[in-house]
């Protein structure tokens, strides 16, 4: 009797430690997916089955000097691409960063590249305001396009800037040229990863150049060609018009 009494206590004891552990379990589950759904908000390539055999090229933290170049380029290959900008360049480079405006797609990239996580919801903010505000006395525009630096970015972040209007734009085929690598290295990480409905990410400033970005412009062009892919805007390719 006494065993009895014992087993089904331990079998109480059981059930009540395994629904505890559930109820946990399902807890942190419904915390993961609202931590996660803001995310969903961000746009790392195309999803659209309509969207044909394009791709974007966007370039990241100017403008700079190795900008106009760049421009050049982009123009006598009759080639759009998507430029996100640093407040502070803006008021460095106010002529260049007209040219970018009168001629490609723009969107911003923070003031002064802050790493997002470790920046206050009020220095935020500011970041974006700022950067909107210095764009706008430059060039009379605006935009509704933002990239986070490093691509990282709070779901505090992204609900603020979906309360402003703001598409956030990330990538997913990284030339890694910020990584002071030849231009030769920079055409294989675009030409060997990129496919339809990519975004491809190159930067014009940050470091102590982008004269192998420059370079290897030209290539990664003919070589999207050669593989059939054309470079649109980011709102093209996303269809965010």
Known sequence: MKFSIKKTNYLKKRQFIALISLTILTILIISLILFLQPYQKIHWKSSSNSIGNKV?????????KF???????LKSTNTKATFFLLGENIAKYPNITKKITNTQEFGIHSYSHPKLPFTTKTKFEQEIVST????NKTTNKTTNLFRP???????SQIKFLNQQGINIINFNVNSK???????DEIITNVLNNVKSGDIILLHDSGGKTRQPTVDALSKIIEGLKEKNLTPVTISEL???N
Request: charged residues 15%; without cysteine; glycine residues 6%.
């Open 238 to 240: 996303l269809e965010l």
């Open 177 to 183: 040229d910020y990584q002071s690598i030849s231009s």
């Open 67 to 73: 900008t106009e170049p760049i421009l050049k380029i």
């Open 56 to 64: 974007a090229i966007t370039i990241d933290d100017g403008p700079s």
């Open 149 to 155: 630096p490093l691509g990282i970015i709070l779901p």
């Open 132 to 135: 909107l505000n210095i764009l």
